[in-house]
C-alpha cells in the first residue's frame, strides 16, 4: 500500500459545515509507478482527490446501455476491446456523472462493469469514480417513471443471481457484468412463456426493483458510496451543477447527507427523507441545468450573470472549471464561458438519442474531447488551466 505525507497535499478547501475541519476519511489508493506519488482520497463519499500527475477521463449520462458504455470506456481507453472487460487505463482516472439507470435495460451491468474496473485500476495505480444523477435520487425515492422493462427484469434475475450467492452482495454484483448477458440471453427466451403472464411479471420487476432501491436497500448502499458533488485535483465534477449556496452549505456536508438518506439511515424511526438541497428542486445539484442552456437563447446580461455565478461558485471551491452531464448536448461535448463549464452528456444511450459516444479527456490540465477511438484525437477547444 502506498503512503503519503499528508502534510504535501493540497488540503480540501473550508466548508461552512461545523465539522468541515475535519478530515472525514483518508484513503490511499495502491500505485505501482515510482514516478506518480498515490492518489489520495478525502471523504466518505469520495469529496476530494488528489491525483498528482494523473491523466483523467470523464464519461457522461449511460442510461442503461451496456453497448454504448463499452464503446464510450473503449474511446476513453480505459476498457480492453477484447469482451473480456479488463481495465487498460494504467493509472488513468475515470469520472462517471451519473445517470445511469432508467431508459436502457443494463443498469446493474454498466454498474457492475465499473466496479470491476475501480477495483482493478487500483491495482494499476489508476481509480474509478462515479457521482449520482438525479436518475439515482429518483430510482431511491421510489420513483419508476422512466424504467425499461427489461430493467424491471434485471432486476428480478439480480436478485435471484443474490439469492444464488447466499446475499454475498460484493462477490455476485461484483461478477454480474460477466454473467448479465447469458441471463439477458435466457430472459429472452422465457418471454413466450410469460406471455400471459405480463402483469405478474411486471409486478415482480417492481418488487424486485423496491427491495433493491429502497433507502437501505443493497443497491442503494452501493449508490451511497458515491458522492453528488466531487473534486479532483483541479475540476469539480458534478451531474447538473453547483451553485454558490451548495458550496456556502458544504458539499462533503450534502455527500454525507445524500450517503446517509441512501443507507436509509434516520435519527429518528421515521422514513429518511432525501437532502433537498442536493436531490431536489430545480437548482439542486442533480436538477441544475443553469450552466447547460443554450447560450443562444440568452440575452448578454443573462449570460454575464451566468459567468459570474460560475466564477463564485468556482472560486469557493477552489477549482479552476466544472463538469456537468444532465442534459444532451446535440453538437457534441463543448464548453462554454470562457470554458469555465464543460457539458458532456451526449445522448449516447439508444432510450435517448443514441448518439456517438464522446468522452473528455484532461491531461497536464488541458482538456480535449475524444470522439473516436480510431482518431489520435478529435479535438474541439484545448484549454490549458494553470
Avoid at 173 to 179: G, K, L, N, P, T
Wanted: aromatic residues 6%; glycine residues 8%.
Amino acid at each position: 500500500m502506498g503512503s503519503v505525507a499528508l502534510n504535501s497535499l493540497a488540503l480540501p478547501p473550508p466548508s461552512h459545515h461545523p465539522r468541515s475541519n475535519k478530515l472525514v476519511e483518508t484513503s490511499t489508493l495502491h500505485s505501482n509507478s515510482k514516478a506518480l506519488k498515490p492518489i489520495v482520497v478525502y471523504g466518505n463519499p469520495p469529496t476530494f482527490v488528489s491525483a498528482p500527475d494523473r491523466r483523467i477521463v470523464a464519461v457522461g449520462d449511460l442510461h442503461g446501455d451496456l453497448d454504448q458504455a463499452r464503446r464510450a470506456l473503449e474511446m476513453a481507453g480505459v476498457l480492453s476491446s477484447d469482451g473480456q472487460d479488463e481495465w487498460t487505463g494504467g493509472e488513468t482516472v475515470l469520472v462517471q456523472l451519473g445517470d445511469i439507470l432508467d431508459r436502457g435495460e443494463d443498469e446493474i451491468a454498466i454498474l457492475s462493469l465499473l466496479r470491476s474496473l475501480d477495483i482493478q485500476a487500483k491495482a494499476k495505480g489508476g481509480a474509478v469514480f462515479q457521482v449520482n444523477g438525479n436518475h439515482e435520487t429518483m430510482n431511491v425515492e421510489g420513483d419508476f417513471r422512466y424504467v425499461d422493462s427489461g430493467a424491471f427484469d434485471e432486476c428480478m434475475h439480480f436478485l435471484e443471481y443474490l439469492d444464488d450467492h447466499e446475499n454475498n452482495w460484493e462477490e455476485a454484483f461484483v461478477s454480474w457484468i460477466s454473467v448479465s448477458e447469458r441471463w439477458k440471453e435466457e430472459r429472452k427466451m422465457s418471454q413466450s412463456y410469460w406471455g400471459p403472464w405480463n402483469l405478474v411479471k411486471r409486478q415482480k420487476g417492481v418488487i424486485a426493483r423496491s427491495i433493491l432501491l429502497r433507502p437501505g436497500g443493497p443497491l442503494s448502499c452501493e449508490l451511497a458510496q458515491h458522492a453528488v458533488a466531487l473534486r479532483v485535483d483541479d475540476w469539480v465534477f458534478c451531474h447538473g451543477g453547483l451553485l454558490p449556496h451548495h458550496v456556502e452549505y458544504g458539499i462533503e456536508r450534502m455527500n454525507e447527507e445524500v450517503s446517509h438518506w441512501m443507507r436509509g439511515l434516520s435519527e429518528s424511526d421515521s422514513s429518511p427523507h432525501s437532502p433537498f438541497i442536493a436531490t431536489r428542486g430545480y437548482d439542486s445539484v442533480v436538477w441544475n441545468r443553469l450552466y447547460s442552456r443554450d447560450t443562444s437563447d440568452l440575452e448578454d446580461h443573462q449570460i454575464k450573470q451566468i459567468h459570474s455565478i460560475i466564477e463564485e461558485t468556482l472560486q469557493a471551491v477552489g477549482a479552476k472549471a466544472m463538469v456537468v452531464g444532465h442534459t444532451p448536448q446535440t453538437s457534441g461535448v463543448n464548453c462554454k464561458y470562457n470554458c469555465s463549464i464543460w457539458r458532456i452528456d451526449v445522448g449516447m444511450s439508444s432510450g435517448v438519442l443514441n448518439s456517438r459516444p464522446e468522452v473528455l479527456e484532461i491531461k497536464d490540465n488541458k482538456a480535449r474531447v475524444l470522439r473516436s477511438k480510431r482518431d489520435t484525437f478529435n479535438e474541439l477547444q484545448v484549454v490549458d488551466h494553470i
